[in-house]
């Protein structure tokens, strides 16, 4: 049996992407019913020394993108991180969804052997696509769109297993 590199990249970002997005929609209704400041689950975070609710996204969104450029061998499009609401956050979810539907599904597939590197100067790591994908990128995206989903559950959104694994 032949591994799929874009089997195992593109549709399984795309499921946890559109995963949160609909996880966004319930914090905004949780929000809106229990008359909490939006501010306060986009700011929450579970420790003092991690990122918030908003950057999880944003980061979750980066790596999806991120491995899925590097893998078709284009350019990593640079998103500002200038989301401030719940509406922001779809959108860039959205944008990183409609970005990797444009992606040509046969440069991914052939990216199993192929150079990545991520980082610059003396911080430049250098990987085999598959190596790169199952070691790095994907275990990257799934704890920042975990992270995500835990700092929703933690404040009382009403989301489980089957919302953040969603449909497929």
Avoid at 72 to 98: C, H, M, N, W
Avoid at 106 to 115: H, M, V
């Amino acid at each position: 049996m032949t591994f799929s590199m874009y089997s195992a990249s593109a549709p399984v970002f795309k499921q946890i992407l559109n995963s949160l997005a609909a996880i966004i929609d319930k914090a905004e209704a949780h929000a809106a019913e229990k008359k909490i400041e939006p501010a306060a689950l986009l700011q929450a975070r579970l420790f003092p020394d991690m990122f918030p609710f908003t950057r999880q996204i944003q980061v979750a969104a980066d790596f999806a993108k991120g491995a899925a450029a590097r893998l078709a061998g284009v350019e990593v499009p640079k998103y500002e991180d200038t989301e401030q609401s719940f509406a922001d956050l779809k959108e860039r979810i959205a944008k990183t969804v409609a970005f990797i539907d444009s992606l040509p599904q046969d440069g991914i597939e052939a990216s199993a052997q192929r150079d990545i590197t991520t980082g610059s100067g003396d911080k430049a790591k250098q990987w085999k696509g598959q190596l790169y994908l199952m070691h790095y990128a994907l275990p990257h995206f799934f704890f920042h769109s975990t992270t995500a989903y835990d700092i929703l559950r933690h404040n009382g959104v009403e989301v489980g297993k089957k919302d953040f694994v969603g449909s497929f």
